[in-house]
């Protein structure tokens, strides 16, 4: 938090001198020179004032969107007689960096989707509807969370595979999470004959099964095999799911294999539905570029969605129902949160 602050007072002063720079000149080509100079501070003071990747992602966020805008609609006043050309293309940049923040800030990372996949296979008697929920990750429990809940049950799932990293949150606030987060999940119920069954992510703590005490879910700390009605369902550790030279035995059953990353895709995995979590899709996407981060070994094209392995296999990655909490923005980029149904059939 102080960081925060004196990191925002600290780019207001360099605002002021590179406005007042620019009053001097007055010239597009000015403009361009003094918002180029003004990420050199941005850049150096969020590593200065923050002692990790995510903080530093955090209050360049501030640069880009805050002072980012600050200067661009300084620009496009000073401009207005001298270049009004220069003062129009500030104008709109600094519309754009607003509509941006907006819809990264406040409209997607609660605009849920539901994203379907269809899976055919000899193995399979009957349909089979699975419904992924991975990373909640959350700090608190509101609407939106309750409306994932209900969004679930809507589905009408036969089995529910939770993906990992279900809360984010540390010290004595955690407790009263956990309770809260017990008393949402609750109404899942019944929801699923098949079962409902939990793997950890590597943001939860090491007491993380308490998480579901006293409800329907299993879940699962170390890698096993359960044979299910029609299917087999192997859940992987925590470390196991990071491992990308896992191997994983076959079976003449329909196999899922479910881990909290999807690193140990990578492994020789003798499954016919990998199902991971982790990547958030990247949080933010570049139309063109993809995920700008994804924290994982596979290949960025395989970081979200549905992508085909060898051998026939299916590998589903969640972009994730929460995102990534604590020191990090607290924002989702043409990367909406998603649940994400499959529909298995003969």
Known sequence: MIGTVLYNLLMLGVDAALLRLLAAKRSTRAALLILTLAGLPALILAGLLS???????RLLAYGVFLHGFLLLGGA??????SSWKGALLSANLALLLA?????????????????????RSPKLKRPIRIVVLADFQTDRIGTYERLVIARTIETKPDLILMAGDHLQEEGPALEDLRDEFRRMLYDLGGSAPLGIYAVRGNMDPDDWTRIFERLPITAIDATRSIDLPDLRL????????????????????FHVVLG?????????????????GHTHGG?????GIGPLITLS????????GVTTLEGGRTLVVSRGIGMERGSA???RFLCRPELVVIDLFP
């Open 51 to 57: 002692g990790n990747l995510f903080g530093v992602m």
């Open 76 to 81: 496009a006043a000073l401009l207005r007689r």
């Open 99 to 119: 509509a941006v923040a907006m819809d990264a800030f406040l409209v997607e990372p609660t605009w849920l989707e539901i994203s379907s996949v269809r899976i």
């Open 234 to 253: 192997t859940a992987l550790g925590v470390n196991d799911s990071f491992n990308p030279s896992l191997s994983v035995a076959p079976s003449e059953r």
């Open 260 to 276: 909290h990353s999807p690193d140990y895709a990578l492994g020789n995995i003798g499954a016919d539905l990998l199902i991971a």
């Open 283 to 287: 949080q933010v996407r570049i139309p």
């Open 297 to 304: 070994h596979v290949p960025r094209s395989w970081a979200a």
């Open 329 to 331: 923005p607290r924002l």
